[in-house]
């Protein structure tokens, strides 16, 4: 008896070891991601930055023209496009041999437009919570001398040329979606499905380090995630496109020649009937909610194992460390 239990014990142990390299293999992954996309922006900025140094060398306006160029790569999205090719290029490499990675493109069931509107409405509606924990966080931390107004600029601002828009509205949120509603959740997938929407939204959130924008996106990547997961991973690269696209640069382009107060008034009134309306959906399909959870709740133990992994926790502070040097003094 005594030798089965000790058997058990040690399958029981080689299982968890087991999920613990899987937790650190999905999450590895995402930091060289991370690392080689900030490493190609700044090889981008590098080289143009000394390209102009070359070509203006005996001029004595070189020093403006780096700082032009600085500026002009700061505000394109030249480098964040050539980077996130570089990051996805690696991320294919490194998670070819992985069985789930080619689950990415699965499609479970049919979207319907009966199941598409009210989702989407749900998402929108998560654009009043990023206002409301914005403008809180905001007034707390006046109150103590500093200030995070330019990390919620930072993350509302509209695109200002042609290769930032591209890459805001629609080469960001294909990537997004790959890296975490596909490599991430279906690297978490063992642990079951609401481990794995929740987990992914959690690195999702943090990878923007934006403290404030970091809420919103794992808010927003709970929704995306079950999206990805009920249906596919296309559905939820059409919601993300819709809220950068549509809810971004172009509400920003349509509503910029507006004064400041009609703006308001546009954008409370649009998104306060996403909110009612989401209140509504949400309440009618309480009960359906409650039998997904159910199903497909978290096991013992499974969240112990991603959140003790080493690499999580690295990657968790490298993010918050990001975050907090977003805030200011006054």
């Known amino acids: 008896m005594n030798e089965e239990l000790k058997l058990t014990k040690q399958l029981e142990k080689k299982k968890q070891s087991e999920k613990k390299k899987q937790v650190n293999k999905v999450i590895t992954g995402v930091l060289f991601y991370e690392l080689i996309t900030v490493v190609c922006v700044m090889l981008d900025a590098l080289i143009q930055m000394i390209r102009v140094a070359v070509l203006y060398r005996n001029s004595p306006d070189m020093e403006q023209q780096v700082e032009a160029v600085l500026e002009d790569c700061i505000n394109s999205g030249r480098g964040m496009i050539l980077s996130i090719a570089a990051g996805l290029f690696f991320l294919f490499i490194y998670f070819r041999k992985q069985e789930y990675s080619k689950k990415i493109f699965n499609q479970s069931r049919s979207m319907k437009r009966a199941e598409f509107f009210p989702i989407l409405t749900v998402f929108m509606a998560l654009q009043v919570f990023f206002l409301v924990v914005g403008n809180g966080a905001e007034s707390i931390l006046n109150r103590f001398g500093?200030?995070?107004?330019?990390?919620?600029?930072?993350?509302?601002?509209?695109?200002?040329?042609?290769?930032?828009?591209?890459?805001?509205?629609?080469?960001?949120?294909?990537?997004?979606?790959?890296?975490?509603?596909?490599?991430?959740?279906?690297?978490?997938?063992?642990?079951?499905?609401?481990?794995?929407?929740?987990?992914?939204?959690?690195?999702?959130?943090?990878?923007?380090?934006?403290?404030?924008?970091?809420?919103?996106?794992?808010?927003?990547?709970?929704?995306?995630?079950?999206?990805?997961?009920?249906?596919?991973?296309?559905?939820?690269?059409?919601?993300?496109?819709?809220?950068?696209?549509?809810f971004g640069d172009l509400w920003a382009y349509v509503t910029g020649g507006l004064n400041e107060t009609l703006q308001d008034i546009l954008f409370y009134g649009i998104y306060g009937c996403f909110f009612v309306a989401a209140g509504i959906e949400l309440y009618l399909k309480r009960n359906e909610i409650k039998e997904y959870w159910r199903k497909n709740k978290n096991k013992n133990g499974h969240w112990k194992i991603i959140v003790t992994s080493f690499w999580f926790i690295l990657f968790m502070i490298l993010q918050l460390a990001v975050g907090i040097s977003g805030i200011h003094k006054i």
């Open 146 to 246: 500093f200030s995070l107004m330019e990390e919620i600029e930072s993350a509302t601002s509209a695109s200002t040329v042609f290769s930032m828009f591209l890459y805001v509205s629609f080469i960001a949120p294909i990537a997004e979606e790959l890296v975490f509603r596909g490599f991430v959740m279906r690297g978490l997938e063992r642990f079951g499905k609401i481990t794995a929407i929740s987990g992914s939204a959690l690195l999702f959130g943090a990878i923007h380090g934006n403290l404030i924008q970091g809420v919103f996106a794992a808010m927003a990547g709970l929704v995306l995630g079950y999206v990805a997961m009920e249906y596919s991973i296309l559905w939820s690269i059409v919601i993300h496109i819709i809220n950068n696209f549509i």
